[in-house]
Each structure stands twice: as structure tokens, then as C-alpha cells.
């Protein structure tokens, strides 16, 4: 959206400055440098994408997202043509640093705008000014229940356990999000339980 008004500018320049404030305030991850082309490109959308894997490559906290389908929307394919080659060059151009340039972009159908997990996290345009999103990983803590469960146990009670194990993490996020958002003065959003892979080896749907 910021590239719209600004047809000559390096959308590269747009992540550096993203970077830099993200470090000046301890921030692990920042997301944003995003495009919604589900229905099509509008003015900007096309350079942000070309740009990717060198705004990735040159920065190191700095995350990407692009949408290019929806339920309801459709698939834009022109975006699905573009994003392959993005794709595979953010790898190469960070092939020296385990072609993290890949790890930190993502490709939605459907992207939510409160999904607050990196690195598909973005502020949707339907968001409010401020807000305190919370995302809980679940795979690890299953596992962990799932552990002290007796080898015999019966689909139902395994069953029973996830569930009572992710109303517990759950209730823990929302907890947390209003504890953070008590102190900071900023309203809290959503809970987000994830049963996507995190970096921890074997937390993952797959290892359970």
C-alpha cells in the first residue's frame, strides 16, 4: 500500500528502514512486508513481489507475506507464477546462511489479518491501531500429554487428553494476553492455538 504512492521507489529501501526499527526496539521478527493479491495486483503489489527475496536477503528480522487465494476469491494464478521463482530465489540468495531468505516469507490461501505467528504474521488493514495478538504452539505440549498417556489407551482418551490439554495452553495464552495487555494499556485481540512446526526438533503434528 505504501509502494502505491511511491512508483520509483526500491521496495528494498521500505524493509531496511522496517529492519532497523525493529532492532532499535528489541523486536525478534517483524512482519508487514506483505501483498493481498488474491483478486489481483494492485499499484505496487508486482514490484513488493519481485522484490522479496532481496529485501529478505538484506535484512535479518524482517518477514514476508503474500496471499494469493481465498475461499471465497478464488486463486490468483498470475500470483501463483510469480511466487515459485520468489520462492526459490530467497533461497539461493541466502544459500550462506541456511536459506533463511525462504524461511522468513510465506505464501497464504486465506492469510488472516490477526495471525500474530511468524513469519505470516501481518497488521490487516481491518485491524485496530494497536492490539495484542497472542499465538500459542500446541504440537510440543500434545506431545508432552500425550506422553504419560499409557500405551493402551483408547482412542477416546486420547482424544479427551488433546482437548483438555488445548483448552489448558489456550486458557495460558489468554492469560497472558491480558496480562500484557493490562499493563501496556492496549487492548487484547485473539488467541491463536498453531499445530504448525516450530524450529524445536520434534515439535511438530508429524513427530506425534
Not at 525478534?28 to 495486483?41: I, M, P, Q, R
Not at 494469493?68 to 511466487?83: E, F, H, L, P, Y
Request: glycine share 10%; net charge negative; hydrophobic share 50%.
Amino acid at each position: 500500500m505504501l509502494l502505491a504512492s511511491a512508483p520509483d521507489a526500491d521496495p528494498v529501501e521500505y524493509a531496511k528502514t522496517l529492519d532497523a526499527a525493529a532492532k532499535a526496539v528489541g523486536v525478534d521478527f517483524l512482519g508487514g512486508f506483505s501483498a493481498l493479491v488474491h483478486k489481483g495486483f494492485s499499484a505496487g503489489d508486482v514490484r513488493l513481489i519481485e522484490s522479496i527475496p532481496r529485501a529478505l536477503a538484506q535484512t535479518d528480522v524482517v518477514c514476508s507475506s503474500v496471499n494469493i487465494g481465498s475461499t471465497k476469491s478464488g486463486i490468483n494464478m498470475d500470483a501463483v507464477k510469480m511466487m515459485g521463482p520468489v520462492i526459490r530465489q530467497a533461497a539461493e540468495l541466502t544459500s550462506g546462511n541456511m536459506c533463511m531468505g525462504a524461511a522468513k516469507l510465506v505464501v497464504f490461501c486465506n492469510a488472516p489479518e490477526d495471525n500474530p505467528f511468524m513469519a505470516g504474521a501481518f497488521h490487516g488493514v481491518g485491524e485496530p491501531d494497536c492490539v495484542i495478538h497472542v499465538g500459542v504452539s500446541g504440537p510440543g505440549a500434545v506431545r508432552a500429554a500425550l506422553a504419560k498417556m499409557p500405551k493402551d489407551a483408547s482412542l477416546d482418551e486420547v482424544a479427551e487428553m488433546i482437548k483438555r490439554t488445548a483448552f489448558k495452553i489456550t486458557r495460558m495464552g489468554q492469560l497472558v494476553a491480558n496480562l500484557v495487555s493490562e499493563r501496556l494499556g492496549v487492548p487484547a485481540g485473539i488467541i491463536d492455538l498453531s499445530l504448525a512446526p516450530t524450529p524445536a526438533i520434534g515439535d511438530s503434528v508429524a513427530n506425534i
